[in-house]
């Protein structure tokens, strides 16, 4: 049995401010809707400074004091590869916010978020960032479907 995969590793990160979330409308027709800033991690880069170039390329703002607190994870139905989602938080962050190509980036109140469309299985990932209890969204395909757990 192989013990190695290829795998695609990306970043997320929930910057909160009190009870103040920012969020990123996502322009992309793959994946639309609001989601927090984040990204692809390049390949050589540490996983905490691919999360700070992310958020300050899609955000403007420069945080720090990042703390991992999940992942989301999925393999593609044929088995190429699997998906990796490390999903931060912190509420240290500095500059002017200011939007970017990938969307608008807007602060809005937690309990707001129900009131906006949100990027498919993002109520789920969201969970996974407020709840301590819980550190995986993860997704698996069988059956012809595909199923989504938190744990």
């Avoid at 698996?140 to 757990?149: D, I, L, S, Y």
Wanted: proline fraction near 3%.
């Amino acid at each position: 049995m192989a013990r190695e995969e290829k795998c695609i590793l990306t970043n997320m990160c929930m910057v909160y401010d009190g009870n103040r979330i920012l969020v990123q409308d996502r322009m992309n027709p793959d994946w639309p809707g609001i989601t927090f800033p984040g990204g692809h991690v390049e390949p050589g880069e540490s996983f905490v400074d691919s999360v700070i170039r992310e958020v300050e390329e899609e955000t403007g703002l420069k945080i720090s004091n990042v703390q991992l607190c999940g992942i989301k994870q999925w393999t593609h139905r044929e088995g190429k590869y699997r998906y990796i989602v490390l999903f931060y938080k912190t509420d240290t962050y500095s500059g002017e916010l200011k939007s970017s190509d990938e969307g608008r980036v807007f602060w809005i109140e937690k309990e707001d978020l129900k009131n906006y469309v949100l990027a498919e299985g993002f109520e789920g990932m969201f969970e996974v960032f407020e709840n301590d209890k819980l550190s995986e969204n993860y997704h698996w395909f069988t059956n012809g479907e595909w199923n989504v757990e938190n744990k």
